[in-house]
Structure formats: C-alpha cells, structure tokens
C-alpha cells in the first residue's frame, strides 16, 4: 500500500518546485520511502505527479461528495430549498479552504492551473467538476431567468469566492488586517460569502 506521508510529501514538493524543481530523491527522503518504492508504485517522477493529483481530488471528493450529493437532491424541493442548498455547498468549500492542508494542494493546484498537464484534466474531472456541475444545476433551480452559459459563469463567479480564501490567503490577510484567518476571521468570511449568495440567487426573474 502506498504511504498517505509520500503523496502528501510529493504534493508540497510539485506545489512548491513545480515538476522540474522536485526532486524523487528528495520526496524519498523527506517521507522516508525509499526510491525504489516510488519506482516500484509509480515508474517514475511523471507516474508520482499523476498519483499526486489523484490524491488531492479523492481527498476533496472525501471532504464534498457526500455534502455535495445531499445538496443537489435538496435543492429540488423548490426554488427556495436550492438557495439555500447552494448557500451551504458554498459555505462548504469555504471550510475546506480554511483548512490548513489546503494549503499545498492549492499550490499544486494554481501550477496547474496557469499550465495545464495531464493532471490538471485528473483534478478537473475528478474534483473539481462535480462541485460546479451541482453549483449549475442549483443555479438553475434558483434562477430559472438564466440562460445555461450564464449559469455557468455564475457558477464560477461564485466558485472563485470561495477560492480566494486559500487562493488569495495573503490579499485576504492584508486587508484586513490580520495575520492570519483565525476562527473569527473564518466566521466573518464565511457569513458575508452567504450573505453573497443569498443576494445574488434572491433576484427575482424578470
């Protein structure tokens, strides 16, 4: 079985290096496998960034399959009920930002992010696709004024704030004024991120 410690070592490595910049050797190391181990599981440095991207997406589909599913299914109930299932998938996300793991994987992930690989169509498909294919379909449900690519870039749109608490951790953190995103910090982000969403969904269709 492949250790939990080595893919977690391996997704701090490529975030922080990049794939050219990490070294095996050093992610051997580091997690105490030997390189022989990695070569064995993976074939190589290309098979480990691969298994890596796998991990971060089977721990975020861990964290938000079940919460996402409930949602979705929640939300039929009528406009209102999708609202508010949107508003608690999207507070969800904001936890999951908050999380201190987030932290590497969000680095893994923004590499990705400005120049795709293989691993970025894994993350996509496996992690991130599921959570905005429920942001639409609750968008839908709410707004049923929105044409589907409108939907679709609300869905982003909303997506991106939830983002930009592990994402933009730094910008967030200047402005106001903190350190750090303590528990009281989180809870006010969060609270405006439904505030957000509740004004945005409670439109009503022209």
Same mark, same amino acid.
């Given at each position: &079985?492949?250790?939990?410690?080595?893919?977690?070592?391996?997704?701090? @490595?490529?975030?922080?290096?990049?794939? /050219?910049g990490a070294s095996t050797r050093e992610i051997a190391r580091?997690?105490?496998?030997?390189?022989?181990?990695?070569? +064995?599981?993976? !074939? !190589?440095?290309?098979?480990? +960034?691969?298994?890596?991207?796998e991990h971060i997406a089977a721990q975020i589909?861990?964290?938000? !399959? /079940?919460?996402?599913?409930?949602?979705?299914a929640?939300? @039929?109930?009528?406009?209102?009920?999708?609202i508010e299932a949107l508003?608690?998938?999207?507070?969800g996300l904001?936890?999951?930002?908050?999380?201190?793991?987030? /932290?590497s994987w969000s680095r893994f992930i923004i590499r990705e992010q400005q120049?795709?690989? /293989?691993?970025?169509?894994?993350?996509?498909?496996?992690?991130m696709q599921p959570i905005l294919d429920a942001f639409i379909v609750l968008i839908i449900r709410a707004r049923a004024d929105?044409?589907?690519?409108?939907?679709?870039? &609300?869905?982003?749109?909303?997506?991106?704030?939830?983002?930009?608490?592990?994402?933009?951790r730094a910008a967030v953190c200047r402005a106001l004024g903190v350190d750090q995103i303590d528990e009281e910090t989180g809870a006010l982000l969060r609270n405006r991120l439904r505030a957000n969403v509740l004004c945005i969904l409670s439109e009503k269709p022209q």
């Open positions: &079985m492949v250790s939990a410690t080595l893919l977690d070592t391996a997704i701090d @490595q490529f975030g922080r290096l990049g794939f /050219e580091a997690s105490g496998t030997a390189m022989s181990s990695i070569t +064995y599981h993976f !074939g !190589g440095k290309q098979g480990l +960034y691969l298994a890596a991207a589909r861990a964290l938000q !399959g /079940e919460p996402v599913a409930r949602a979705v929640a939300g @039929q109930q009528s406009r209102e009920a999708a508003a608690n998938v999207l507070d904001a936890q999951m930002m908050l999380r201190p793991e987030t /932290e120049s795709p690989t /293989e691993a970025f169509e894994l993350l996509f498909t496996r992690a929105l044409a589907r690519r409108d939907a679709v870039a &609300m869905a982003i749109l909303l997506f991106g704030q939830a983002m930009v608490l592990r994402a933009g």
